[in-house]
């Protein structure tokens, strides 16, 4: 069974730091692209950032870039979300997902999600 698990959420001060992880299990992930998805309240689920299976390519939403990086640990199935310098705006449910590309990460495997805040 696949599983997927994100920690690390919380509340923050705007300007500070968040690292999220995601761990999964039930599959090796190694060949797979990953990626963090956000949901604010009312708002659909938007990309935020992506790894290719190498970990050579990445992505991030404009609003994200500069402030987030992406990175994974092939060997222990896991991928991080460090967030610096957050913003109120970016207070929402954060989800990991996996997939066979960057492309298809709507259509894989997703996390329960977990809640960041920041306060202003």
């Known amino acids: 069974q696949v599983q997927l698990v994100e920690s690390g959420g919380g509340l923050v001060q705007a300007g500070g730091p968040l690292r999220l992880s995601c761990v999964a299990s039930?599959?090796?992930?190694?060949?797979?692209?990953m990626g963090w998805f956000r949901q604010a309240p009312g708002k659909g689920r938007e990309f935020v950032a992506a790894?290719?299976?190498?970990?050579?390519?990445?992505e991030y939403t404009d609003s994200v870039k500069g402030r987030f990086t992406i990175s994974r640990d092939n060997a222990k199935n896991t991928w991080y979300l460090q967030m610096n310098s957050l913003k109120p705006e970016d207070t929402a449910t954060y989800y990991c997902?996996?997939?066979?590309?960057?492309?298809?990460?709507?259509?894989?495997?997703w996390g329960q999600g977990t809640q960041v805040t920041v306060s202003s």
């Open positions: 039930g599959h090796t992930f190694s060949s797979y692209a």
């Open positions: 790894i290719s299976w190498g970990g050579g390519g990445t």
């Open positions: 997902a996996a997939h066979s590309t960057i492309a298809t990460l709507r259509s894989g495997y």
